[in-house]
């Protein structure tokens, strides 16, 4: 694909006498060039001032100031182009031209020919380097692999050989212990059973001393519990006879203190009856002497109430006695008035 690209490019001619059509691929769009819209405006003709004279010097503190008078513009023209020659083009100059073109452009075909041999050789000999080197690396990585082969299948037997070798020693071994073993567990087994048969002796023997023990023992218990109840008996007709004492000695204690309480009861109830009676007496005298107290108050603000009622009654007495006057003052003016009125 790229080396028909590279003819077609090629073959295009560069000074576009022979039109050679371009590939699709190759083809591209003629940028668009804008169309110029600003309108060409005439630029003034420059003109000319010429200080003529310089009038009112003045000096100030910034600098100096004066006026500049100019003389009347003059209009300067522009110098004229020269024209150029005309140039006569004939056939023969046309096609000299043309030749020259062609010629060129074999020539520039050539050359582009003889590079794309070059490259298209070197790239044939980089394809045969690169076979020839992925065949001597084929070669060099099946010779490694094949010795690697060998060496681990000469190793896998070597250790093979040593296992078995190990094994056959390991069954061995396990043998001569196995016979060992079983020669120490009949041995065990023996004494096992030889021990067995002495503790059995020995346990009937302790079982019959244990049951005449026992024996001996009950009896010996049976003796104590009679004795035991024996004097379980003894201490119960002393506990007894100590219980009957104890209540004759209650009752003869309960009978004096109840002598003694009523004895005692008597002489507290004469006080507490003397105390009672004081004690009556000296509420009643407090309580008439209070009810006297207050008697002779009530006495008192009584007779100071009658005497205030006494003496708003003579005042309001007064009172309807100065409105009686008043009112016969007034009834005998009235007939005065009317008296004087008819006469």
Excluded: W
């Amino acid at each position: 694909m790229l080396i028909n690209l590279v003819k077609d490019s090629v073959l295009q001619c560069f000074c576009h006498t022979c039109r050679a059509p371009l590939p699709p691929a190759a083809r591209r769009a003629a940028p668009i060039k804008k169309a110029k819209t600003k309108s060409r405006s005439k630029q003034p003709k420059k003109v000319k001032f010429i200080t003529t004279e310089i009038r009112c010097q003045e000096k100030s503190k910034g600098g100096l100031a004066y006026e500049v008078i100019l003389a009347e513009p003059v209009a300067v023209t522009p110098p004229k182009r020269p024209i150029s020659p005309s140039s006569k083009v004939s056939v023969e100059n046309i096609d000299e031209k043309l030749k020259a073109a062609e010629e060129r452009r074999l020539s520039i075909e050539a050359n582009k020919m003889a590079l794309l041999a070059a490259k298209m050789s070197k790239i044939e000999e980089a394809s045969k380097k690169k076979d020839e080197q992925a065949n001597t690396f084929i070669l060099q990585t099946r010779e490694a692999l094949e010795q690697k082969m060998e060496t681990h299948t000469e190793k896998r037997e070597a250790h093979l050989s040593d296992l078995k070798a190990k094994l056959k020693d390991h069954l061995e071994s396990v043998e001569k212990i196995r016979l060992s073993i079983e020669l120490q567990t009949n041995e065990v087994r023996n004494a096992v059973e030889e021990k067995l048969k002495v503790a059995t002796a020995q346990r009937d023997e302790n079982i019959k001393k244990m049951l005449d023990r026992l024996k001996e023992h009950e009896e010996q218990a049976q003796r104590v519990r009679t004795g035991m109840l024996e004097k379980v008996k003894q201490l119960e007709s002393q506990i007894q006879s100590k219980l009957e004492l104890a209540q004759t000695r209650r009752e003869q204690l309960e009978q004096e203190q109840l002598e003694k309480l009523r004895n005692h009861n008597k002489e507290k109830l004469a006080e507490v009856r003397k105390t009672i009676e004081n004690h009556a007496k000296e509420i009643e005298e407090k309580v008439g002497k209070c009810l006297q107290q207050r008697l002779e108050t009530a006495s008192q603000n009584r007779a100071k109430e009658i005497e205030k009622m006494r003496e708003n009654i003579q005042k309001h007495e007064r009172r309807a006695e100065m409105v009686r006057q008043n009112k016969e003052r007034l009834t005998s003016q009235n007939d005065e008035q009317q008296t004087a009125s008819s006469g």
